[in-house]
């Protein structure tokens, strides 16, 4: 009941600005409470983005029973970085990886994808957690937004494809629909990869590695990853442990990640240094 | 009957080829931009076509500039 007001003084609040100064002003007011309701907008959608996220994402938050194993290795690892547990929610949503979202260091949660827990024995799940826990600082409230527009931009290339589906230019697969999503997704990748290569994070390969304590396990969870990969979500690929298969050439601009050798080689490079 | 045996070879790295048809796509948003404007003027303005063709050329060359910078240092980095 609190959550359904709480939408509702949401919705209520972004138009009144426009209604209120357009009838006291006339048209400027209009205009001038327009640019109100935006600012509020942006204002909304930043201190609430990782909410959006879970909410784009179709994520569910695991109840106390569901997924024990994950949520002790969770603490298990939160406490050896030292940071607070973060919270464990779960989708069905075949996403090339598991990642963590939060407003700031106190306040974070990690999306898990359920088809992982079929693909990744044990020692490689311990990995993945590892890979989501080390990014846990001071930026993950930027990140989050950063990954917050990206996925909007590129979702909306889906959508025109969708739109022209819909519209009777033919099935999701043929070409008409095909090239609708290709124009906007040529538009909005380079922005959005852009905003995205802005907020990486360097070494988090050698801190994940050392948090869990398995190389071999980080670079066989990289492995398998990379064997079951799934197509679409490109701007995931700088928050997971590797890259989603490429659809368009514009997914490209998205790869965070070197190839499987030179990761290996950093990898073992910096774990010696260490 | 004369044959053409065009053998073209266009490699270009993918990130590249990415930002190039990105651009081009641009320029078909200008030129959708140009019609709109003609029809809704009724007739081809030279002067409100060039200074808005010149706005929107500046933005996007100066955006893409700085974009093609920074995906050359991430790539290059990326690969090494």
Known sequence: MLNISKKTIILVMIPLPIIFMGYIFGLIGVLIGFAISIILSIWLIITNADRIILYIYRARKAMPAEQNELQEKIQVLSERMRVRIPSLYVTELALPGSFVIGKNMDNTMIIFPERLTGILKNEELDALLAHNIVQINNSIGKRTFAALIASILTMSASAIRWGAVFTGFGDYDEPAPKLFGLFVMGLVAPPAAAIMHSVTDKDIDVRAARLCGNQAAFILSIDQLEKNTVTAYPSLGFFCLVDPQKETFFEYLFNSHQSREIRVKNLIEGMKRA | ?80
């Open chain 2, 1 to 80: 009957m004369i044959e053409l045996n065009l053998d073209l070879k266009f490699k270009m790295k993918p990130w590249k080829k990415a930002l190039a048809f990105s651009f081009l796509f641009y320029l078909i948003i200008l030129f959708i931009l140009i019609v709109i404007i003609t029809f809704t003027k009724r007739g081809f303005s030279f002067k409100l076509v060039s200074i808005i063709s010149a706005v929107y050329l500046g933005i996007l060359t100066l955006g893409f500039r700085y974009m093609y910078r920074r995906f050359q240092e991430i790539f290059t980095v990326m690969n090494q």
